[in-house]
């Protein structure tokens, strides 16, 4: 498998609105609220950076530089890797217009992405195959295996690290959490089903497998490994479910509120949402 030509960009770049392609990302927030996806990718509201947010960004950064290098023929040290991810912190902060409620707090989180990407680097095999690809930007047309209807329109996604395995490539994703349990299969389903979809349409190989490695930011940080089959027909069949009634939405400008237990955790809930008149 060859995957010497995906590298990591922002499609946000060279790309227009909401219509001009689908991700895993865009697809999930519709799911969950469509007046919160109006928001934020038609409207255009800025949502400022949250602390725990930019940790796990911070983390994925210091992941990312390790597997590249690795890619080089370069085994980092744990304290090569953490020495680059604090460096690389003030002027990530600058970036993001990151607002930190006290010196104390930055210093806190970052301390607190060290310890979880010098536990991930403890955690992991050291026999692990070199990677084949990381942060992968992938993009491909969707059309649907069931049908061989092509919906017109691409499906994009940036994948943080595929490894060769004996029986196929595995794709992997880093989730920081901050409690350990296993994850919910089907709230990541979309996410794992488009990856799958992607690795398979650029490369005609099918993954052996897919796994959400999870950062749990404990006092003593653990690293969580948790294994999923690869995608069958049923996962497509419902993730082209899913994008059909998302296009739909879209062409029809239906963006209703969808009130549930995400409102806990959405930057909207007490501002936008509570003034919306329908």
Known sequence: MSLDLLTCRSFQEHRGGPTSYVSSTRLNLWLRCPLAF?????????????????????????????????????????????????????????ADTIRFESSSQQRQCCRQAVDLVRAYLAWVPPDEPQPAAVEAAMEAPLVDPATGEDLGIPLVGIVDLVVDAPGGPVICDFKTAARSGTPLEISHEIQLSAYAYLLRQLTETTESGLEIRSLIKTKTPRIERHPYPARSERHFRRLFAAIRAYLDGLERGQFLFRPGLACSFCDHRDTHCRDWQG
């Open 38 to 94: 109006r928001l934020k990718y038609v409207d255009g509201v800025e949502v400022p950076t949250s602390p725990a947010l930019f940790l796990g960004k911070m983390v994925h950064k210091a992941l990312e530089y390790y597997y590249r290098q690795q890619q080089l023929g370069v085994r980092l040290a744990a304290g090569e890797v953490t020495r680059w991810l604090e460096a690389s912190w003030p002027e990530a902060v600058e």
